[in-house]
C-alpha cells in the first residue's frame, strides 16, 4: 500500500522492498500454524494444499497483475493486496483456534536477522557483499554444525 502512494522510483522501491519484507515472513508462519493446528496424520496434506496454493498464486500472478496495470495503472498491483489482507485477517480469526504452542521465548539471531533483511532487500548494489558474507557464512555454519554433532557423538 505503501508502495502504491509513492510517485518516484528510489521511493517506490522502497514500499516494495518493505512488502517483499513482509511477504517473506508469511510462508515461514503458514508452516508453524499448520504445525500446530494439524493433527501429525493431517500435515502433510494441509502442507500439499498450501504448497498448491502458492503454486497457483504464483502462476496467476503475472497474468492478474497484467490486467490490473492495463487496467488501471500500476499502483492496482500494490493496492489489491489490502482487501485481500483484510479478509484473510478476517477469515483466519474466524476459523482458526488459538494456538496451543508451549515453546519457550527463543533469543533474537540479529546476525540472522540482518543477513536475511538485506538479502530480501537486496536490489543489485550490494549483491557482491552479501555473496562474500555468505561465502564466508555458510562455511562457518557447516563447519560448526559438523563439529556439534561431532562432540555430541563423542559423549
Given at each position: 500500500?505503501?508502495?502504491?502512494?509513492?510517485?518516484?522510483?528510489?521511493?517506490?522501491?522502497?514500499?516494495?522492498?518493505?512488502?517483499?519484507?513482509?511477504?517473506?515472513?508469511?510462508?515461514?508462519?503458514?508452516?508453524?500454524?499448520?504445525?500446530?493446528?494439524?493433527?501429525?496424520?493431517?500435515?502433510?496434506?494441509?502442507?500439499?494444499?498450501?504448497?498448491?496454493?502458492?503454486?497457483?498464486?504464483?502462476?496467476?500472478?503475472?497474468?492478474?497483475?497484467g490486467f490490473l496495470v492495463t487496467r488501471f495503472?500500476?499502483?492496482?498491483?500494490?493496492?489489491?493486496?489490502?482487501?485481500?489482507?483484510?479478509?484473510?485477517?478476517?477469515?483466519?480469526?474466524?476459523?482458526?483456534?488459538?494456538?496451543?504452542?508451549?515453546?519457550?521465548?527463543?533469543?533474537?539471531?540479529?546476525?540472522?536477522?540482518?543477513?536475511?533483511?538485506?538479502?530480501?532487500?537486496?536490489?543489485g548494489r550490494f549483491g557482491l557483499a552479501f555473496?562474500?558474507?555468505?561465502?564466508?557464512?555458510?562455511?562457518?555454519?557447516?563447519?560448526?554444525?559438523?563439529?556439534?554433532?561431532?562432540?555430541?557423538?563423542?559423549?
Amino acid at each position: 500500500m505503501v508502495a502504491s502512494a509513492l510517485r518516484t522510483g528510489d521511493r517506490v522501491r522502497t514500499g516494495a522492498r518493505i512488502g517483499r519484507i513482509g511477504a517473506a515472513l508469511i510462508p515461514a508462519n503458514a508452516l508453524a500454524i499448520i504445525t500446530d493446528v494439524f493433527p501429525v496424520g493431517k500435515r502433510g496434506t494441509a502442507m500439499g494444499v498450501q504448497a498448491i496454493l502458492i503454486s497457483g498464486g504464483a502462476s496467476m500472478g503475472p497474468i492478474i497483475g497484467g490486467f490490473l496495470v492495463t487496467r488501471f495503472g500500476w499502483q492496482s498491483v500494490f493496492l489489491v493486496n489490502v482487501p485481500i489482507g483484510i479478509i484473510a485477517a478476517i477469515m483466519a480469526t474466524l476459523i482458526l483456534p488459538p494456538l496451543k504452542s508451549n515453546r519457550t521465548m527463543e533469543p533474537i539471531d540479529w546476525v540472522g536477522s540482518g543477513l536475511l533483511l538485506g538479502g530480501l532487500a537486496e536490489d543489485g548494489r550490494f549483491g557482491l557483499a552479501f555473496l562474500l558474507i555468505g561465502a564466508v557464512a555458510v562455511p562457518l555454519g557447516v563447519a560448526g554444525s559438523l563439529g556439534r554433532a561431532r562432540w555430541e557423538t563423542a559423549r
